[in-house]
């Protein structure tokens, strides 16, 4: 059951460039998409979420993009750093019921010096 | 600022044993989860659970796995019948039941649990 897919097992890039990570899904009743950073033995954090009625959200270095049509949705962190490195994970849910969410596989980035 | 906090870290156990992990959400939440990552695998979901009754559960959540909320403040997810396949890391969750962040997840740090 691959609902969410994060093509990219690992991403690597320079500190102070973009990162982008990636994450397709197929199920088009998913209406909230969330990222979460997660580091060894700890658990997910939340780090940014939209809704499927916007196609872009930004907190401070984090911006995520939806493209509904596409059924896209990236994650854009600028300046990365290195605190950054981690590996973040894409969910979704759908409205009603229980709200579970539906994670992809991850994506471990690593922010170099 | 709040957390979801979840006991023991680390469970080790004997296959067939009964193990009882435990959770302790945010103070204002309604919805309680469950999920688990085995090792080298994403995150799944096992349960969800609001107003003392399962709202919807995974075919993971089988007849061995069970949930309770024994009192206000704890949720608990018991394992009857550990089998090594249960070897996983255990993560609670929980979320408000409305407002603006109503649809996100706060996660606990998990309890790694090894059946022998």
């Given at each position: 059951d691959q609902q969410v897919k994060q093509n990219s097992p690992s991403l690597s890039v320079q500190e102070g460039r973009i990162s982008i990570l990636n994450c397709d899904y197929t199920n088009s009743m998913f209406d909230y998409f969330l990222w979460y950073k997660k580091y060894p033995a700890e658990g997910p954090t939340f780090l940014i979420s939209i809704s499927s009625i916007k196609d872009k959200n930004?907190?401070?270095?984090?911006?995520?993009?939806?493209?509904?049509?596409?059924?896209?949705?990236s994650l854009h962190i600028v300046p990365?750093?290195?605190?950054?490195?981690?590996?973040?994970?894409?969910?979704?849910?759908e409205e009603g019921g229980g709200n579970k969410l539906t994670f992809g596989t991850g994506t471990q980035l690593k922010v170099e010096l | 600022e709040p957390e979801v906090t979840q006991t023991p870290s680390h469970q080790v156990?004997?296959?067939?044993?009964?193990?009882?992990?435990?959770?302790?959400?945010?103070?204002?939440?309604?919805?309680?989860?469950?999920?688990?990552?085995?090792?080298?695998?994403?995150?799944?979901?096992?349960?969800?659970?609001?107003?003392?009754?399962?709202?919807?559960?995974?075919?993971?959540?089988?007849?061995?796995?069970?949930?309770?909320?024994?009192?206000?403040?704890?949720?608990?997810?018991?394992?009857?019948?550990?089998?090594?396949?249960?070897?996983?890391m255990y993560f609670c969750a929980s979320r408000r039941l409305a407002g603006g962040a109503k649809n996100i997840q706060y996660f606990g740090a998990g309890t790694r649990l090894s059946v022998l």
């Open positions: 930004e907190d401070g270095r984090f911006t995520v993009f939806l493209n509904k049509s596409a059924k896209h949705l990365s750093q290195p605190g950054d490195s981690a590996v973040y994970f894409c969910a979704a849910s | 156990t004997q296959m067939g044993q009964e193990v009882i992990l435990r959770c302790v959400p945010i103070s204002n939440h309604l919805y309680f989860y469950w999920y688990r990552q085995i090792l080298g695998q994403k995150v799944e979901f096992l349960v969800s659970f609001y107003n003392n009754e399962i709202s919807e559960k995974s075919e993971i959540f089988d007849d061995q796995f069970s949930v309770e909320r024994p009192d206000g403040s704890n949720f608990t997810l018991k394992i009857r019948s550990t089998k090594l396949e249960d070897s996983a």
